[in-house]
């Protein structure tokens, strides 16, 4: 089986852009999680998506948004950009949506200049 | 409040030797938990978990991990370490119900020749 796949895997932005970052997850998986990554917060959950529906949100401003597709496919979207947001983005499957193990892709690398 | 706290920032060990990485976590109840490791500029890779049962857990690479409820902790081991075991280990739980997957902030291991 694939894994999980994420495009693109480098973005270089100036701030007040917008981004879409992409997820495909392993197939057959029907959960979809986003992750951040940065030097200083560490890693942090940013949402859940299971069969379309936004399942749980982590504490992270509204400019970050995402959706998922009847094909399971997730993307995410980060809109008017800030400095603050240059990290590593991670998408992470699941079979299930409770308590299931979760498999991660590469991340897509964003910076923000 | 939910929190993983991995209290080893960096490690350094000789090829060789054997390893113990700190997890304690903090939890309502026992959570389920599990072990990353990231490569430079790479995504997350499951080493193993734990869900229920034997509290001595196997994993991928030679890694073992012993689950102590009494001590609210998840220790990883290896007996004889690589070079190639060099990367960032991440300590994760996540509660029953719910996929919000709480990371420690990673202990970075360097292996010495």
């Known amino acids: 089986k694939a894994g999980v796949t994420q495009t693109p895997r480098y973005l270089i932005k100036t701030r007040g852009q917008q981004v879409t970052l992409s997820c495909s997850p392993i197939?057959?998986?029907?959960?979809v999680s986003w992750y951040q990554q940065t030097p200083g917060q560490g890693l942090q959950f940013l949402f859940e998506?299971?069969?379309?529906?936004?399942?749980n949100k982590g504490n992270f401003p509204g400019r970050f948004s995402g959706r998922q597709f009847s094909n399971s496919r997730s993307e995410m979207n980060v809109s008017t950009l800030e400095l603050g947001d240059s990290a590593l983005y991670l998408c992470?499957?699941?079979?299930?949506?409770?308590?299931?193990?979760?498999?991660f892709g590469p991340g897509t690398r964003l910076t923000v200049l | 409040a939910q929190s993983v706290t991995q209290p080893d920032i960096h490690i350094t060990v000789s090829e060789g030797a054997s390893l113990e990485l700190r997890c304690n976590y903090s939890?309502?109840?026992?959570?389920?938990l599990f072990w990353y490791v990231q490569s430079p500029g790479q995504g997350l890779q499951l080493l193993l978990k734990?869900?229920?049962?034997?509290?001595l857990v196997q994993g991928i690479k030679g890694f073992e991990a012993e689950f102590k409820r009494s001590q609210s902790s998840f220790n990883l081991r290896k007996p004889s370490v690589h070079w190639s075991d060099a990367a960032e280990y991440f300590c994760?739980?996540?509660?029953?119900?719910?996929?919000?997957?709480?990371f420690g902030a990673g202990t970075r291991l360097t292996v010495k020749p």
């Open positions: 998506y299971f069969s379309e529906t936004q399942r």
């Open positions: 994760a739980v996540v509660g029953y119900n719910n996929n919000d997957m709480r």
């Open positions: 939890y309502g109840a026992t959570p389920y």
């Open positions: 197939s057959g998986h029907r959960s």
């Open positions: 734990y869900f229920s049962g034997d509290t």
């Open positions: 992470a499957s699941s079979a299930r949506v409770r308590s299931d193990t979760q498999y």
